[in-house]
């Protein structure tokens, strides 16, 4: 495996486990620049899982996976790297993704909620009806997209935002990781040859809208 400098680890940022924050800015513009190589997403992958992601030469965005000798393309990527490695990854990705507690939710709720312009008084009733309703729709995100996008929500928002919107912006949020879990999954199937069978199956399959 291809020895790494403290610097560059250094600007992994979590080289054991990316985090929200490093997969958001680092996967998309590593892949959209060949100059940006040692993004943290990239740069974790090459040197936990030796793996290399890379532009796609094909301009073809299906889902569908494409080998090309010991790469896989799907979509706009490219990937490269042995199939157990691409699994392991995958897991360890999904791993690290766990929801948060019901009273961690509920504590991020609150803050958020102090930080906004309230617009009627509720009935201690409907305070708590509202709170049990937010928390088991955030129960099915991971804990650091719940906690960035409600920390960052008053910063853009003076009032408290219906369901519809906050989850608009948990689905951008989770986005980049969903992807790359996806993306691995189906690289891991399609360099297994006994296995490439199940490949047009695993692809059409449709990727759950958030973590379990």
């Not at 513009?29 to 040197?47: E, F, G, I, T, Y």
């Not at 094909?58 to 996976?65: I, K, Q, R």
């Not at 360099?191 to 990727?207: D, Q, S």
Request: proline share 6%; charged share 30%.
């Amino acid at each position: 495996m291809e020895t790494l400098s403290k610097s560059a680890l250094a600007r992994a940022d979590l080289i054991e486990a990316p985090n929200l924050e490093t997969l958001a800015r680092g996967l998309d513009r590593s892949l959209a620049s060949h100059a940006n190589p040692d993004a943290p997403v990239s740069l974790w992958l090459k040197s936990r899982w030796n793996i290399s992601t890379r532009m796609a030469s094909s301009c073809d965005a299906n889902s569908m996976p494409r080998i090309d000798g010991e790469e896989v393309a799907i979509g706009w990527r490219r990937y490269s790297g042995s199939a157990a490695n691409m699994a392991e990854a995958a897991q360890e990705l999904r791993s690290n993704a766990p929801p948060a507690s019901r009273a961690k939710l509920a504590g991020m709720l609150a803050t958020m909620n102090a930080a906004l312009v309230q617009s009627r008084q509720q009935s201690e009733t409907e305070a708590r009806l509202r709170m049990a309703a937010y928390v088991d729709r955030l129960s099915d995100y991971p804990a650091d997209v719940v906690a960035k996008v409600l920390h960052a929500w008053p910063d853009n928002n003076k009032w408290w935002p219906a369901w519809c919107e906050l989850r608009e912006e948990l689905e951008r949020v989770a986005r980049p990781r969903r992807e790359l879990i996806r993306d691995l999954e189906m690289a891991a199937v399609a360099l297994e040859p006994e296995r490439r069978k199940t490949m047009a199956a695993f692809a059409l399959k449709r990727i759950p809208d958030v973590f379990e």
